[in-house]
């Protein structure tokens, strides 16, 4: 009787173990990279919201989003044109490397600078606001 209670012991105690031997241990996961922010850069924040100006000083636009494409690299400005207060505003997406940003440090302000006038704006395609871009 010693025996069998002893051997049902060891049996019981080998099936509780074997489920904690068969599970695997957690994949560690890799913390976030780090990275410096060069002086030459520009946040998003201060890009949102800028007025967009023309060759002859004339506001033409306001940045209102970026485009990251595949990558996250930067492959569109979202530009607004025209309207009033929000109302019958026209979206453009223009190449980045159309628009020229830069930190005026007299005033203490970003800049953005685009060679267009308002009306060649109004003219291109339209973005809109929907699907998987509606905010």
């Not at 019958?88 to 006038?117: C, F, L, M, Q």
Request: hydrophobic share 45%; no cysteine.
């Amino acid at each position: 009787m010693r025996h069998l209670l002893i051997g049902t012991l060891l049996l019981s105690s080998v099936a509780f173990a074997a489920p904690a031997l068969a599970q695997t241990a957690p994949t560690p996961v890799a913390p976030p990279a780090v990275t410096p922010v060069p002086a030459a850069s520009v946040l998003s924040s201060n890009l949102t919201g800028l007025s967009v100006v023309n060759a002859g000083n004339e506001t033409v636009g306001e940045i209102k989003d970026l485009v990251l494409g595949t990558g996250n690299v930067l492959t569109g400005v979202v530009v607004s044109v025209g309207g009033f207060l929000g109302l019958g505003e026209h979206y453009v997406v223009i190449d980045p490397s159309t628009i020229a940003v830069s930190y005026n440090e007299t005033d203490k302000r970003w800049e953005a600078r685009i060679n267009a006038t308002t009306d060649e704006l109004k003219a291109a395609p339209a973005f809109k606001y929907e699907g998987k871009w509606r905010s």
